[in-house]
């Protein structure tokens, strides 16, 4: 007989990051608020945790991101100027993302980690399993990479991460998973975890992209892990301790994930990241393809 498991309810995002590959634009700007097509990136993750049933949502900010907090509020005299002009159009957009969640805000501090970033919600979070989404991944939400995640913890317990196949090259670039193989094609056991290792020591090439449900007792975990690559509390420590000893906070499952994501975190992946959305559009995708057909055709009759 299949084990239940609490429901989660809880999303964080940490949002606390100074988002230096950017500037000068985050200067003053937060990155989590920088458009993709019309949005900001932060509003398509927020969305994503509440498509998948999560509408109790903490973000972990820091100094300057005050307008994240903005965004998710109500603005009354933009609303009311809109109400005057009959634009219901962009009033509907406009209280989206104030209805979106029910939001909730903590300062990290001092910038130590995802390890840190996550520890600051132990207060919030108490001892449920919950998720974790950064924001620099944008996952597609016909791929509801979140859902399943929350599927298989509900259904395992422990701890689920998100995974995704990369080039033996670019495995340096991230979090690395060793795995056994399950009943299920798409979720791995995890039996080891190792941040950003060289490619010669990497025990697979299964990457951890930003997606994580984890049990609450990563909290305890993290309050005693020391500072590792970079001087920072690093959450993959936290994980590979809950993966070699299940006794903890129970198994470490990963999510092969193969659909879409849209990676914000890099600028020439944000740029490609707006391409494919505006082309994907209904509003946008026909005249934006037909002029993005002909600057193409253009830029290679140059060479």
Known sequence: MTQSHPRISKAVIPAAGLGTR????????????LPVVDKPAIQYVVEEAVGAGLSDVLMITGRNKRPLEDHFDRNYELEEALIKKGDQERLAKVQE??????????????????????????????????????????????????????EVQEREGGSVIALMEVEPSQIHLYGC????????????KVT???????????????AIIGRYVLDPAV???????EPGRGGEIQL???????????????????????GRRYDTG????????IVRLACE???????????????????????
């Not at 950017?22 to 608020?33: N, Q």
């Not at 975890?193 to 010669?200: F, G």
């Not at 890099?266 to 990241?273: I, S």
């Not at 559009?281 to 060479?303: A, I």
């Open 192 to 206: 080891n975890l190792v941040e950003k290792p060289d490619q010669a020591e990497a025990p697979s090439n299964y």
């Open 219 to 225: 909290f305890g975990i993290l309050r005693e892990t």
């Open 22 to 33: 950017f500037l000068p634009a985050t200067k003053a700007t937060p990155k989590e608020m």
């Open 281 to 303: 559009r209904e509003d946008l995708g026909p005249d934006f393809r037909n002029w993005l057909r002909g600057y193409v055709t253009e830029e290679m009759q140059g060479l």
């Open 97 to 150: 993302s104030s209805d979106l969640a029910t939001m909730h805000y903590v300062r990290q501090g001092d910038p130590r980690g995802l390890g840190h970033a996550v520890l600051c919600a132990a207060p919030h979070v108490g001892n449920e399993p919950f998720a974790v989404l950064l924001g620099d991944d944008l996952i597609d939400p016909r791929d509801p990479l979140l859902s399943r995640m929350v």
């Open 177 to 188: 998973a060793a795995v056994e193989p399950t009943g299920d094609a798409d979720v791995v």
């Open 236 to 258: 993959t420590d936290a994980l590979q301790k809950l993966a070699a000893d299940e006794s903890v906070g129970g198994p470490v499952h990963g999510v092969v994930f193969k």
């Open 266 to 273: 890099d600028r020439g992946d944000y740029l490609r990241a």
